[in-house]
């Protein structure tokens, strides 16, 4: 044997025991984890037991983060532990994941990346169909899109929130890479259609009116449909994300070709109940304000006097009258601070109307 083997079959020898080790130390903690359930159901006979915590799986992702030894990065160990998480709690309980679908979308990306891949994803064709699945306790949670950094928020996405029960119970941002796709049956056929959906057009369109202008482009209801007609048409191609490239069997004609290269979606998880605080959280609310002089000055000037960051502020029309809106606003702090317990009792004075939508942990992954 040269020096080289004897050095690498002495390294895999280590790696074997070190894989030994993991493993052991996996299982345990899986056993770990069937106990904390047994725990949670004898002490709640009878009762909706809360198998999914996501303050708690919030920490966990935020220590492995910060105690990171490396040489992987802290993301890269996130993910590592997001999916033994994920296996343990399904050890618990599976859980069922309603998502805006079909297979093979960002949305189900997401879902993935936030409980890792073993709980059941659910596809459903629309927004307000991910909303009912929850309300009605056929799937324990849903994903669905809430913002674009290129293309800004997706309304109806809000306006759900308006009439809902539900709240949101987590965040999760997703990098969006679109490529052009053709099936590798029909590569060599001239491209005279491109089908996407309008969101991935938009986010694509200096790109294509550079790089494939005067082609046709058909908008259709989700990438992964277009990338399922992409694989069936000769002629065509789809823009869309890796997920459904590898789903429907499509080549990539060209890589990453977003306007912006810092494109990101953000989505939310929607549930039936609160989360307790994780140490980092933020909080979303819904208020209508009467329409007078100031409105505007008003409802945010407690949050300036009681130093609570405000991430966002978008406006909706209200579902009750022409010129009358609604304020979409998240902010930094959980429900249970005193502080925000204070700024949103002002709030409430002063509004028609004011929706806790839900506290929840700052995305971690
Ligand atoms: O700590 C809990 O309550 C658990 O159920 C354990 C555990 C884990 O594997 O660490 C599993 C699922 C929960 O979502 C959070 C954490």
């Not at 694989?231 to 789903?247: H, Q, R, S, Y």
């Amino acid at each position: 044997m040269s020096d080289e083997q004897v050095r690498l079959a002495e390294l895999r020898d280590e790696i074997d025991q070190i894989d030994q080790k993991i493993m052991e130390l996996i299982s345990a903690r899986a056993t770990c984890a069937q106990e904390v359930a047994h725990v949670k159901t004898t002490a709640n006979p009878g009762q909706d037991v809360f198998f999914y915590r996501p303050e708690r799986e919030a920490q966990v992702l935020r220590r492995i983060k910060e105690q990171n030894p490396g040489p992987l990065s802290g993301e890269e160990m996130a993910r590592l532990f997001r999916e033994i998480m994920s296996a343990c709690l399904a050890l618990e309980k599976p859980m069922h994941i309603a998502f805006l679908g079909p297979v093979g979308t960002f949305t189900q990306a997401a879902a993935l990346k936030h409980f890792g891949h073993s709980v059941i994803s659910v596809p459903l064709p629309a927004i307000d169909a991910v909303f009912r699945e929850v309300e009605s306790g056929a799937a324990h949670y849903g994903v669905v899109p809430v913002e674009n950094s290129t293309e800004g928020m997706i309304n109806h996405t809000l306006d759900m929130f308006m009439s809902s029960p539900l709240k949101i119970c987590g965040e999760v941002q997703l990098r969006i890479h679109h490529h052009l796709l053709v099936s590798p049956k029909h590569k060599d056929q001239e491209i005279t259609r491109i089908y996407s959906h309008q969101q991935s057009f938009a986010q694509c369109r200096q790109w294509l009116d550079t790089h494939r202008y005067g082609i046709e482009r058909v908008t259709v209801s989700s990438n992964a449909e277009a990338a399922r007609r992409a694989g069936a048409e000769p002629g065509t191609a789809a823009i869309a994300g890796d997920m459904a490239a590898e789903l429907y069997g499509l080549e990539k004609l060209a890589n990453s070709i977003e306007d912006r290269p810092d494109n990101t979606t953000r989505f939310l998880i929607i549930g039936r109940e609160e989360v307790p605080a994780s140490g980092h959280d933020k909080s979303s609310i819904l208020v209508s304000m009467r329409n007078k002089p100031g409105a505007l000055y008003q409802l945010l000037e407690p949050f300036h006097r009681h130093g609570l960051s405000l991430t966002r502020i978008e406006t909706r029309p209200s579902p009750s009258g022409t010129w009358a809106y609604v304020f979409y606003i998240d902010f930094e702090g959980h429900m249970e601070d005193e502080q925000v317990r204070k700024v949103l009792a002002e709030v409430e004075d002063e509004a028609v109307e004011l929706k806790r939508l839900g506290s929840y942990p700052i995305g971690v992954l």
